[in-house]
């Protein structure tokens, strides 16, 4: 794992907090060391600070994904803004955590990225109610004018590719898989993070928000439709 947190207290916490609970961190104070480091020895995750001197966190993703590269990354903001947090998740970011934040949510979160990319890793707690969408050849999926292709990773609406971060992907595969069911908030959360971060969270609307962005068209119909007090579900209407 390479951490870069260019606040000396919190990096040195949370180094010692992650050694502790069994990864090997590879700690840096700036950008500029992160992007070297990253290119020296590729981490299987990377945990960044947004606000660092000279080569920010936002940045250091950018040119991550520029290159094809698609390691993990998990955001530390102090910003709390939805712009500011949809400004990390369009950088590329995975998932973020607010500063100040519980030592615990970092490991959750961490769990739960590396658990969505491991080839063998443990499905994610939880279960949807069951698929209403088959498989179709090839690993695709379609629902409401979507096509998905899951082993190529690559989503379309009508013949517009859409440009989709991992857990945009995730989301949306999730959303299809299961069109026509409402999903509550919990199974999603499970499902898409491997933990329920609770009723006061906002990352899922964030995300739901930012996707919605991507798949709307002038004069088409909204395809990911709120259930007030519920969850989500996709349908054309």
């Not at 947190?5 to 060391?33: F, N, S």
């Not at 498989?135 to 998905?148: F, N, S, T, V």
């Not at 440009?163 to 499902?191: C, K, M, P, Q, W």
Request: proline content about 5%; charged content about 30%.
């Amino acid at each position: 794992m390479l951490l870069a947190e260019d606040d000396r207290a919190i990096r040195h916490a949370l180094e010692r907090a992650l050694t502790l609970e069994g990864y090997q961190v590879t700690a840096v104070a700036d950008g500029v060391e992160a992007l070297a480091q990253a290119h020296r020895t590729p981490p299987d995750v990377l945990v960044l600070d947004v606000m660092m001197p000279g080569i920010d966190g936002l940045q250091v993703c950018r040119v991550l994904r520029a290159e094809g590269d698609r390691t993990p990354i998990l955001m530390l903001t102090a910003l709390v803004e939805t712009q500011d947090r949809i400004a990390g998740l369009d950088a590329g970011a995975d998932d973020y955590v607010v500063k100040p934040f519980d030592v615990e949510e970092v490991f959750a979160r961490l769990r739960a990225l590396l658990r969505r990319t491991s080839p063998d890793g443990m499905a994610p707690v939880g279960a949807a109610p069951k698929a209403v969408v088959p498989d179709l050849p090839e690993g695709r999926i379609e629902a409401a004018g979507l096509r998905m292709d899951i082993q190529a990773r690559r989503a379309w609406r009508g013949t517009r590719e859409l440009e989709l971060t991992r857990t945009e992907f995730e989301l949306l595969e999730l959303l299809v898989r299961n069109a026509g069911i409402v999903l509550d908030h919990s199974t999603i959360y499970d499902r898409i993070w491997g933990y329920d971060f609770g009723p006061g969270s906002k990352n899922l609307a964030v995300y739901v928000g930012y996707l919605r962005r991507k798949l709307d068209e002038p004069g088409a119909p909204q395809l990911i439709h709120t259930v007030r007090g519920v969850g989500y579900v996709l349908r054309e209407d």
